[in-house]
């Protein structure tokens, strides 16, 4: 696949949007109506980095949240 980080293996994940339409009844209205559902899709934010991986330098694909938590050493 593309879009998958090669160390923590997020991919892109699916999930949904509900519409919804009419004031909440703690705020005085008659409660919220559901008028939709949407299929959609959450990507992770993959970068391709220079990496040293087993002492050679090689270009990986790393989410960002394993770059900021150090999983990766960066070539000098």
């Known amino acids: 696949m593309a879009r998958v980080c ?3 293996g997020k991919g892109t ?3 949904g949007i509900i519409a ?3 004031l909440p009844k703690k705020s005085g209205g008659i409660g919220l109506r559901i008028t939709g559902r949407t299929k ?3 990507k992770p934010n993959i ?3 220079r ?3 087993d002492g050679k330098v ?3 694909k790393i989410c960002t949240r ?3 938590s150090g999983k990766i050493k960066k070539p000098a």
Request: include cysteine.
């Open 40 to 42: 959609r899709t959450f």
């Open 6 to 8: 090669e160390y923590c």
């Open 66 to 68: 394993c770059m900021k």
């Open 20 to 22: 919804r339409r009419g």
């Open 13 to 15: 994940a699916v999930g």
């Open 47 to 49: 970068q391709r980095v």
């Open 58 to 60: 090689t270009r990986v």
């Open 51 to 53: 990496a040293v991986v």
